[in-house]
C-alpha cells in the first residue's frame, strides 16, 4: 500500500509555467483563456507559498485562433496548425527540463498533451508514463472520431508517434467513452479505470495501481489532468462537462499520491472554460491540484 507522508517536501525547487491559449481543438469556445484564469487565481504567489525556491513564467505560446486558421483536414480539424502548435511547446518543455526545471503546463484543449509528451520524451531520453485524469478517453484517431475534433484524440496520436507506451499509460475518471474509444483502449492495451471501478475500488486503490504501472523511478511520469474529470458541481467551468466525476477530496487524493510516490516529472491542467465557470472557481481547484502534486499536504 503506498502510504502517504505527513508533509512532503516539494517536488521540485524549480517551477517553469507554459501557458498555450489552444482552442482549435474543441468546437466550444473559451478554453484558450484557460491560462489566464489559472493565473488570475494567484499560481505564481501559490507556488512561492508551498516552498517552490524559483518561479519561472515563459508566459504564453501564440496560437492562431479559428477565425484566422482556415486549413482544415477532413477528421481532424486545425491539425496542421495544432500540430506546429505542440512542436514549439515540445520543444519548451524540452528545454525547460534540460535546465532543470519543473514544467507545469496550463492549457487551452487537451490536444496541447501531445507537445508536453513529445518535450518530456525528448528531455528524458525516454518514454514518460502516463496518467491521464479526464471524463473522456481521448484516444479517437481522425477514422473514429464522430466529431474530428483533435481534442479527443492526443492519446492516440502520442502513442502512434511513441511519445508514450501503451503498457505505462493508465487512462483515469473515465465516463463517456465512444465506441471507438472503447476499441482502441483494448487494441492499444492502455489500463483505464472508469467511475465505476474508482466508486467499486475507491480512489486510494486506483491512484496506487496507477502508479505502480505508469512510474518507474523518480521524474518518470506526466500527469495530464482535464479538469472535466472532476464533477461539474466542483468544476462547473469546463468546455465538455459530464456529471458524475471525481470528488473534491478524490481529486486532491490522488495529486497527493502522486507527490508522496516522488515520480512526477511535470503537470498539465487542460479545458479551462472561464465562459462557462461561477467567479473562477475551476481555475482556483486547479491551482490546488496543482499545488497537492507539488507536496502540499494538509498537515
Not at 498555450?20 to 507559498?49: N, T
Not at 479527443?152 to 463517456?176: C, F, K, N, Q
Not at 479551462?272 to 498537515?299: F, H, Q, W, Y
Request: proline share 6%; hydrophobic share 40%; with cysteine.
Amino acid at each position: 500500500m503506498l502510504q502517504l507522508q505527513r508533509t512532503v517536501p516539494p517536488v521540485a525547487e524549480r517551477v517553469d509555467v507554459i501557458g498555450v491559449p489552444m482552442d482549435l481543438g474543441a468546437d466550444r469556445r473559451g478554453v484558450d483563456m484557460g491560462p489566464s484564469a489559472v493565473r488570475y487565481a494567484r499560481l505564481q504567489e501559490a507556488l512561492r507559498g508551498v516552498g517552490i525556491e524559483t518561479v519561472l513564467d515563459h508566459g504564453n505560446l501564440q496560437v492562431t485562433v479559428p477565425e484566422a486558421a482556415p486549413e482544415m483536414v477532413e477528421n481532424a480539424k486545425y491539425f496542421p496548425i495544432i500540430r506546429e502548435v505542440c512542436e514549439r511547446l515540445a520543444g519548451l518543455v524540452e528545454q525547460v527540463v534540460r535546465d532543470g526545471g519543473f514544467p507545469i503546463v496550463l492549457g487551452g484543449d487537451h490536444s496541447i498533451a501531445m507537445g508536453t509528451l513529445a518535450g518530456l520524451r525528448r528531455a528524458y531520453d525516454r518514454q514518460p508514463g502516463l496518467i491521464w485524469i479526464d471524463a473522456h478517453g481521448d484516444i479517437n484517431t481522425p477514422v473514429t472520431s464522430p466529431s474530428g475534433n483533435v481534442h479527443g484524440m492526443p492519446v492516440a496520436l502520442a502513442l502512434d508517434d511513441h511519445s508514450i507506451v501503451p503498457e505505462r499509460t493508465v487512462l483515469l475518471g473515465l465516463r463517456d467513452v465512444d465506441p471507438g474509444e472503447r476499441k482502441a483502449i483494448r487494441d492499444f492495451g492502455v489500463r483505464a479505470y472508469t467511475m465505476s471501478d474508482i466508486d467499486r475500488l475507491g480512489m486510494e486503490r486506483v491512484i496506487e495501481e496507477a502508479i505502480e504501472i505508469a512510474g518507474t523511478e523518480p521524474r518518470s511520469v506526466h500527469v495530464s489532468f482535464d479538469m472535466d474529470g472532476i464533477d461539474p458541481s466542483e468544476a462547473p467551468g469546463v468546455g465538455t462537462p459530464v456529471r458524475g466525476g471525481l470528488s473534491y477530496r478524490e481529486a486532491h487524493l490522488a495529486m497527493e499520491a502522486l507527490a508522496a510516490s516522488a515520480t512526477l516529472c511535470a503537470i498539465e491542467v487542460t479545458e479551462i472554460n472561464p465562459i462557462l465557470d461561477e467567479r473562477n472557481r475551476t481555475a482556483e481547484l486547479a491551482v490546488e491540484l496543482i499545488l497537492s502534486g507539488l507536496g502540499k499536504t494538509i498537515l
